[in-house]
């Protein structure tokens, strides 16, 4: 049996031809990711992190708070985070996605099908756009890595702090706001 050896390199173009069709297409240096609709769980950890992100960014004038269909394009590719944070765009009047600012902060929730890029693609990606922070928040166990360029990767388990630069007081929260208190 005869195994293939090369993948197929994508494109923006061909991934702005997928259908709506439920799924997040991602692309990742010509790899294409495909993601069913996330679950209850998921969705319930990104509105918690949502809760508590939004007054913050309001409030110190950070930018805004996007989900997906937002999107980060760098180097050819195209990923939808499931949250990030951005300054204004600077061109409110015509802009784009290509044009965008580089995020403060991008947010993966991982599941099962999502593990590997979270870990891997994605952060190099992230990295190497000039992602400030990006968090990888994993329900299955409670924690969420902060991961910043030229830094080790620190696993949180208890109190976690956002302090974006230029702003004078920090977000902190117990992640087990992010998660839900055990009974």
């Given at each position: 049996?005869?195994?293939?050896?090369?993948?197929?390199?994508?494109?923006?173009?061909?991934?702005?031809?997928?259908?709506?069709?439920?799924?997040?297409?991602?692309?990742?240096?010509?790899?294409?990711?495909?993601?069913?609709?996330?679950?209850d769980?998921?969705?319930?950890?990104?509105?918690?992190?949502?809760?508590?992100?939004?007054?913050?960014?309001?409030?110190?004038?950070?930018?805004?708070?996007?989900?997906?269909?937002?999107?980060?394009?760098?180097?050819?590719?195209?990923?939808?985070?499931?949250?990030?944070?951005?300054?204004?765009?600077?061109?409110?009047?015509?802009?784009?996605?290509?044009?965008?600012?580089?995020?403060?902060?991008v947010?993966?929730?991982?599941?099962?099908?999502?593990?590997?890029?979270d870990?891997?693609?994605?952060?190099?990606?992230?990295?190497?756009?000039?992602?400030?922070?990006?968090?990888?928040?994993?329900?299955?166990?409670?924690?969420?890595?902060?991961?910043?360029?030229?830094?080790?990767?620190?696993?949180?388990?208890?109190?976690?702090?956002w302090?974006?630069?230029?702003?004078?007081?920090?977000?902190?929260?117990?992640?087990?706001?992010?998660?839900?208190?055990?009974?």
């Amino acid at each position: 049996m005869v195994m293939a050896t090369e993948t197929k390199q994508w494109t923006l173009a061909e991934l702005d031809r997928l259908p709506d069709d439920g799924n997040r297409y991602e692309l990742v240096r010509g790899v294409l990711f495909v993601t069913p609709a996330p679950s209850d769980p998921h969705q319930t950890i990104d509105a918690r992190l949502n809760a508590l992100l939004t007054p913050y960014v309001i409030q110190q004038c950070v930018g805004y708070v996007y989900h997906p269909r937002a999107v980060v394009m760098f180097d050819g590719s195209q990923v939808e985070p499931d949250i990030m944070v951005r300054q204004l765009h600077p061109d409110e009047n015509n802009p784009s996605w290509e044009t965008a600012p580089t995020p403060l902060l991008v947010v993966e929730i991982v599941s099962r099908s999502t593990r590997r890029r979270d870990y891997n693609e994605k952060r190099a990606l992230y990295l190497d756009a000039g992602v400030s922070e990006y968090w990888i928040v994993d329900g299955a166990e409670r924690t969420i890595t902060i991961i910043k360029p030229a830094t080790v990767d620190e696993v949180v388990r208890d109190t976690m702090c956002w302090h974006p630069s230029g702003v004078s007081e920090p977000l902190c929260f117990d992640v087990k706001d992010v998660f839900g208190r055990k009974r």
